[in-house]
């Protein structure tokens, strides 16, 4: 009973603007060019643990804004990154564009957690989110083995962060699979119904240990997590001629948003 409580108060959080426009700052945050750039939403006068959210192939849009928005009441201070821009790249959904495969973001991430730690606005070690290709990015970011090889990843860079989460990732591609053993606690959430991301490739290679955590999501499609009224995108894979549905799946989103927060909580505060 409390658990379906703790569902229903959620899913009218997320029906309702509850946070107030007034009580936040929305700015653009630190840029490099040719590089990345980022946009801020910031609680007022509050100094608070931050999270960074990384964009999947069709690139920044109004779903990370409205995450952005839906932490910003939960307590977090959130930067959105947008890795496209400044590269000169277009939304690839369905495909891998060579200057945004996971290694670059995690580069891309690294760099902006640097500036972020350094933020009197900014409280403790960051989280950062990732949603499809940035999910991809995200599991190499906590791949404790694999990102070290990355150039000008450092190690000190690595304690910046605090809890990583990965919604339907592209787990098939490379370098984007689940972290074996990571070095921070990560969580994924898998959509089982997902054309898009074969959630194949994200059920092997990793060990069950206490910094990592795998959710199925039954009937839930790619983008499960979206939360605009009768949002719908469909297409093909064209190298496989696959077809995906993109679209929100309520159960599957309240479910996830309650699992993440309470993962946020607890390794962020």
């Known amino acids: 009973m409390k658990k379906l409580l703790g569902i229903l108060v959620l899913g009218l959080l997320l029906s309702s603007n509850v946070y107030a426009e007034k009580d936040l700052v929305i700015k653009n945050g630190f840029k490099v060019k040719g590089q990345f750039s980022s946009q801020l939403y910031l609680i007022k006068q509050q100094s608070a643990s931050t999270i960074i959210l990384s964009h999947g192939g069709g690139g920044k849009w109004k779903h990370q804004e409205l995450w952005a928005k839906y932490l910003n009441n939960e307590g977090y201070n959130v930067v959105i990154i947008d890795h496209f821009k400044e590269k000169g790249v277009m939304g690839h959904v369905g495909k891998v564009n060579p200057l945004t495969i996971p290694e670059e973001r995690v580069k891309d991430l690294v760099k902006l957690s640097r500036w972020v730690s350094k933020q009197s606005w900014n409280n403790g070690k ?106 719908k995108r469909t297409g093909v894979i064209s190298s496989i001629n696959r077809q995906y549905v993109i679209e929100g799946h309520k159960k599957s989103n309240l479910l996830s948003r309650k699992r993440t927060l309470e993962f946020l909580s607890k390794h962020l505060h």
């Open 126 to 231: 960051l989280g950062v989110i990732g949603f499809s290709q940035g999910g991809s990015g995200v599991n190499l970011l906590g791949n404790t083995r694999e990102v070290k090889k990355i150039k000008g990843v450092k190690k000190r860079d690595l304690k910046l962060f605090g809890a990583l989460v990965s919604f339907y990732p592209g787990c098939g591609i490379i370098g984007g699979t689940p972290p074996n053993l990571p070095y921070v606690p990560i969580m994924i959430h898998i959509a089982m119904d997902d054309g898009l991301a074969d959630p194949f490739w994200c059920q092997a290679g990793f060990e069950k240990n206490e910094n990592f955590f795998i959710y199925e999501y039954p009937d839930a499609p790619h983008g499960f997590d979206i939360t605009i009224p009768g949002w």
